[in-house]
């Protein structure tokens, strides 16, 4: 009995023994990505973010940000140029109150970075991720829960933050910490709260703007990756946005 439980100690202590970058080469396959084929304006961006500290992404739905923002995570993993991705975006329904969520804090966001998710279950296996998860490699935190974090060696990635408010950006790109790089991803004309409290726009062009380090790049609705019929309808509904002639919703 009592050489069993030596036995088991020491196996446990060789699986605790892994180091950071041991458990990501576990976890990341090497032939992670192989069946990814990007387009030309896709690697366009991936070099962008390899040449940036910061990096602006702005586009209509539909057009790859959360896919590419996903893409650099697992190839950043692959190629252990990060010890953590954080993934975050603002918790924000599309106009619908869906109340209080029960469960625990996971419980409640994990509905909210299902988009993050489903990209990277494109890349690798759904156990694969899990573990990730699990061991804190890679992690989902609200923008509520951020505030005196900072984050070393990462790769921080804000997504949909067009429903940011500019507190909320700020709060979130002053968690960089050193060697590591943020991307922050939204669509300028789509958002899900008030008007007023839009401040993705304000942020590209007045803040991130002309900033050595930063890099900007912009999707157009000629970049549409999902169904190509959306690139009709959104220029129409920008075309009506201009106009002023839209009806309003409920967040206006």
Request: charged share 30%; net charge neutral.
């Given at each position: 009995?009592g050489?069993?439980?030596?036995?088991?100690?020491?196996?446990?202590?060789?699986?605790?023994?892994?180091?950071?970058t041991?458990?990501?080469?576990?976890?990341?396959?090497?032939?992670?990505?192989?069946?990814?084929i990007?387009?030309?304006?896709?690697?366009?961006?991936?070099?962008l973010?390899?040449?940036?500290?910061?990096?602006?992404?702005?586009?209509p739905?539909?057009?790859?940000?959360?896919?590419?923002?996903?893409?650099?995570?697992?190839?950043?993993?692959?190629?252990n140029?990060?010890?953590?991705?954080?993934?975050t975006?603002?918790?924000?329904?599309?106009?619908?109150?869906?109340?209080?969520l029960?469960?625990?804090?996971?419980?409640?966001?994990?509905?909210?970075?299902?988009?993050?998710?489903?990209?990277?279950?494109?890349?690798?296996?759904?156990?694969?991720l899990?573990?990730?998860?699990?061991?804190?490699?890679?992690?989902?935190?609200?923008?509520?829960?951020?505030?005196?974090?900072t984050?070393?060696?990462?790769?921080?990635?804000?997504?949909?933050?067009?429903?940011?408010?500019?507190?909320?950006?700020?709060?979130?790109?002053?968690?960089?910490?050193?060697?590591?790089?943020?991307?922050?991803?939204?669509?300028?004309?789509?958002?899900?709260?008030?008007?007023?409290?839009v401040?993705?726009?304000?942020?590209?062009?007045?803040?991130?703007?002309?900033?050595?380090?930063?890099?900007?790049?912009?999707?157009?609705?000629?970049?549409?990756?999902?169904?190509?019929?959306l690139?009709?309808?959104?220029?129409?509904?920008?075309?009506?946005?201009?106009?002023n002639?839209?009806?309003?919703?409920?967040?206006?």
């Amino acid at each position: 009995m009592g050489k069993r439980r030596r036995n088991h100690r020491a196996v446990q202590i060789h699986i605790d023994s892994f180091s950071h970058t041991e458990q990501q080469k576990r976890y990341v396959p090497s032939n992670a990505l192989d069946n990814i084929i990007l387009r030309e304006k896709q690697i366009e961006l991936i070099n962008l973010i390899d040449d940036h500290d910061v990096i602006i992404i702005t586009g209509p739905a539909g057009t790859s940000k959360t896919f590419i923002d996903s893409y650099y995570a697992i190839r950043s993993l692959k190629e252990n140029q990060f010890e953590k991705i954080i993934f975050t975006k603002p918790i924000q329904e599309a106009g619908e109150k869906l109340g209080a969520l029960p469960g625990n804090i996971e419980q409640k966001i994990d509905p909210h970075y299902e988009s993050f998710k489903i990209s990277m279950l494109k890349m690798i296996k759904k156990q694969n991720l899990e573990k990730l998860i699990e061991n804190e490699t890679v992690e989902f935190r609200p923008l509520a829960y951020m505030r005196g974090a900072t984050f070393d060696n990462a790769l921080m990635i804000l997504d949909e933050a067009q429903n940011a408010d500019i507190r909320q950006i700020m709060l979130f790109i002053t968690r960089m910490g050193v060697d590591s790089k943020v991307l922050i991803s939204g669509d300028v004309h789509q958002y899900d709260i008030n008007a007023n409290h839009v401040a993705f726009p304000f942020f590209v062009e007045y803040i991130a703007k002309g900033i050595d380090g930063v890099g900007l790049f912009e999707f157009t609705r000629k970049d549409i990756v999902r169904n190509k019929i959306l690139i009709e309808i959104t220029e129409k509904y920008e075309k009506l946005k201009a106009e002023n002639i839209l009806p309003k919703n409920k967040l206006n």
